[in-house]
């Protein structure tokens, strides 16, 4: 549901004090929260982009509420009763049980969203493809051709970082044209100090790894020629240059 909302967007002074007002008109995108409390079910009728705010801690509630109601069933129109609402959240106050809805329950996304989400998707993966990857002459693809082969090859992009996603990508990209990733291979040697940090940076491009007697981390990585920086400035913002890395060479 999309509710419009009329905003003043310029005027122009003219003489007399008279003005000429430019309005604008905006669709703010209305979906439900919900949640599961003590086998209850809850739902409210939040604004979706402010919802979002909230959940990532930086929304205001009461402009996130589009109504001061808490249903049971909104379409039904069953409104909660206090005894309930006391006894599932511990209070009978609307905007804190708003809060504990959207950010501990499920905002629905619209249509509109969900695509929006993923052009974004699609254009993260595209960029790290023409960043990292060639044809079997060493060419770079263009962003039309990767943009038409992962709908060919039908790849799913879902919700893990483009990083994560990487391999499995271009394994299915590979059914359709030859298409290959240029890696650097390097070992790293992680002081103990910073290893539970630093390991979930790791795992997406380990090899191996060994755990020596002092508790340092020594691992190999095939590291993505494109992303080596950005891999390098994580973990210099840990370890702040502890880290001893060399690059292997393959033996000729």
């Known amino acids: 549901m999309c509710n419009p909302q009329t905003y003043i967007s310029g005027y122009k002074r003219l003489k007399h004090n008279l003005y000429i007002i430019s309005t604008s008109t905006v669709f703010v995108a209305q979906v439900t929260a919900r949640i599961k409390v003590n086998k209850n079910h809850y739902e409210i009728l939040v604004d979706l982009d402010e919802a979002l705010k909230v959940r990532a801690g930086k929304g205001n509630v009461s402009q996130a509420l589009v109504t001061p109601n808490i249903f049971h069933d909104m379409k039904k129109g069953l409104h909660a009763g206090k005894a309930g609402l006391i006894e599932s959240f511990g209070t009978d106050d609307v905007y804190q049980i708003a809060q504990k809805i959207i950010v501990s329950g499920e905002v629905q996304k619209n249509q509109e969203y969900r695509d929006a989400e993923r052009d974004i998707k699609i254009k993260q993966i595209v960029n790290l493809l023409l960043k990292n990857s060639i044809d079997q002459n060493g060419r770079p693809y263009t962003e039309e051709r990767l943009k038409r082969a992962l709908e060919e090859a039908h790849v799913t992009i879902d919700n893990r970082a483009p990083e994560q996603q ?18 650097k291979r390097i070992k790293l040697n992680i002081p103990a100090r910073y290893t539970g940090q630093i390991y979930s940076i790791l795992k997406d491009f380990k090899e191996s790894e060994e755990w020596l007697a002092n508790g340092n981390l020594q691992a190999i990585l095939n590291i993505p020629a494109g992303m080596q920086l950005d891999f390098y400035d994580r973990l210099n913002a840990i370890a702040h240059g502890a880290i001893m890395s060399e690059e292997i060479k393959d033996k000729k």
């Open 166 to 183: 990487l391999t499995d990508i271009i394994s299915k990209l590979q059914a359709v044209i030859p298409i290959k990733v240029e890696t």
